[in-house]
């Protein structure tokens, strides 16, 4: 399994930003989708996850302003990520896993992209 993230960058606060994360290599419909991020010196945290039917879920930081989306037929899941702050700067994740009573991340990681947000 491979997942290419893309679409970070350097954004004021107040701005948007979509990320997206291209999976090959496997059945990408079936399997649940989640993005984390990691900000200097703290840990991974997850930020949404995405069931495969479609069922979201977010961490408290972001309700209201992040946005968790697949296509099935591109084999992408997405994240749109409006009213950022600067501390959403980080590096974003994709992780191909399972969900149950909450997300569990699978072994399968994108690369990573860079989230930049100015004050």
């Known amino acids: 399994v491979q997942l290419q993230a893309s679409g970070g960058g350097l954004v004021q606060a107040g701005g948007s930003l979509r990320l997206s994360c291209a999976a090959s290599?496997?059945?990408?419909?079936?399997?649940?989708m989640g993005w984390y991020r990691q900000a200097p010196g703290k840990e991974r945290e997850l930020v949404a996850a995405?069931?495969?039917?479609?069922?979201?879920n977010y961490a408290d930081s972001v309700k209201g302003r992040f946005t968790i989306s697949r296509n099935n037929a591109k084999a992408t899941v997405y994240l749109q990520m409006n009213s950022l702050k600067p501390e959403d700067t980080a590096v974003y994740y994709c992780n191909m896993g399972w969900y149950s009573d909450s997300y569990y991340p699978g072994g399968s990681w994108g690369q990573g992209t860079l989230v930049t947000v100015s004050s």
């Open positions: 995405i069931t495969s039917g479609g069922s979201t």
């Open positions: 290599g496997t059945i990408f419909s079936i399997n649940d």
